[in-house]
Each structure stands twice: as structure tokens, then as C-alpha cells.
């Protein structure tokens, strides 16, 4: 068992590089001049698309520990988490310093009148408090609100998938997709939700005092 645990520490490293290829790949494209006519749009692009998968891939952890018996899984969880916010704060810089040049007072008119922008940026905004309570101190202190603070993540992936289906005009057979991986995500959950809440229903009615008949004289 200490050597299983050993070997999970071992490969974080890994998976923290594997996280960070995406952005190596999207500098070196840069350099390269590889990013076609339009390489404002191809940065907001695959940032953000990084961002949507890496949001899925922390919502797939809990399927994947159900499924397989793989609990160990979950020590992934946080850096995938921590990534999506992190491409997704890249996503939103691309937009602030380069696609609108620093204009910054134009993102407020920019939320009020596009959509895509006013739900992409609320799902920015949802990111910030669970990456500041991603800690193991930060569980500890917060209890059982943790949990129900971390809920947001269903709110924060749904806002994405959006952001992506309204953004594109045309051929939206990609954002369905990842709405798609998002409606089976939750979908899978239904049923352990009914077993939880009837579980925890039980558990109340266990500790509830039987009450004592009265004998009449």
C-alpha cells in the first residue's frame, strides 16, 4: 500500500507537466507564427477549450472511482481543478489584454450585451472561490460548507459548456459535444444522489429518540 501510495506522489509531477503541455503548445505555436489568420481567436480558443475539458476531467474523477474502485483517483482532483482555473484565467487575459487591448472598462458593456461573455465570465467568477478553498486546510476549517460550496463546480461546467455553445455561430457540433460529456457526467450521478439523500434520511431517522408508550393505570 505504501509503495501504491508512493507511486501516485511519483506521477503527479507527471500529470502536473501533462497539464501544462497545452499552454507550452499553444507558446510555441505563437512563436512559430502557427496560429492561421485569426491568432487572437485561436489563443481565446484552445485556452478556454483547456479550461472546459480540464472542468470535465475533475467532474469524470468521481465516475471513474465508482466504476473502477480506483479511490486514489481523487488526490488528481485539485491540480486538474486548479488547472481548469488556470487556463480559464489565461483565457480571459488573452481577452482582456490582447483581443480588447487593455480597454478594460469595455468588458462591462461587453457582459451586458453578449451573452456568451456574461456566462463565460460568471464561470470565471464561480472558479475563484474553489480554487481558494482547494486546500486540505481550507476543508478542515470549512467542514461540511465545503462540500456544499464545491457544488459549484456543476454550476461553473454548465456556465462553460454555454459559454462555448453560444460563442459559436456556425457549426456547433463540437460545443454539443462537450455538452454531451457534461449531460452524461451528471446524468451518471442521479442515482448515487437518491441513494445519498435516502441514506442520509435513514441515518436521521436511526438517531431520532423512539418514543416511550405511556401505560395507562
Known sequence: MALFRDRIAASKPLVFLLCLAPLAALAWDTIQNELGTDPVAQLEHRSGLWALRLLLATLAITPLRRVTGWNKAVRYRRML???????????????????????????????AKKPYITVGFAAWLLLIPLAVTSTQKMMRRLGRRWGRLHKLVYATALLGVLHFLWLVKADKREPLAYFAVLAALMLWRLPWAT???????????????????????
Open 81 to 111: 481543478g486548479l488547472f481548469a482555473f488556470f487556463y480559464a484565467s489565461v483565457h480571459l487575459a488573452i481577452y482582456l489584454f490582447i483581443d480588447l487591448g487593455g480597454y478594460w472598462a469595455d468588458i462591462f458593456e461587453q457582459i
Open 195 to 217: 441513494l445519498s439523500s435516502r441514506n442520509q434520511h435513514l441515518r436521521t431517522l436511526q438517531r431520532q429518540p423512539v418514543p416511550q408508550m405511556q401505560h395507562r393505570e
